[in-house]
């Protein structure tokens, strides 16, 4: 999960761990150190869901898409990437759709049948 909101990280991992206790979860505070964290750890037949929030400090996320547009990471079938944003800018929403890589919108706070959607990608 890559947010600088450390609450909803440590709510999201533990919704997530009520459902599946076996997944490893990391917290990445901006979305730098999301991308450092995928590029050391992502391998080709890993399954990496991605919750991005796009307001962050020091790179915010639609700059790690950008990032990723450009990566082979773009085409990784085993890669999802969900935006969670508390933002309910109708344009935030259509420019989050122009990143194929991009599953799916959701509003802060995710919900437990939300979490249930997104680790059944």
Known sequence: ???????ACLIVEKM???IDPNLTF??????????????ENKRDNTICII?????????DGWGFLDVLKT??????KNL????????????DIEKAGQYPIV???YHKPLSIED????LNF
Request: hydrophobic share 45%.
């Open 51 to 59: 919750i991005l929030d796009l307001n962050m400090p020091v790179l």
């Open 16 to 18: 997530m761990h009520k």
């Open 1 to 7: 999960m890559i947010d600088d909101d450390e609450l």
């Open 115 to 118: 979490i249930i959607e997104i």
């Open 80 to 91: 999802a990437l969900y935006i969670l944003s508390s933002s309910t800018d109708k344009r």
């Open 26 to 39: 990391i917290a990445c505070e901006n979305g730098k150190v999301g991308l450092d964290t995928l590029f």
């Open 71 to 76: 990566s082979n990471f773009n085409d990784d």
């Open 103 to 105: 599953k799916k919108f």
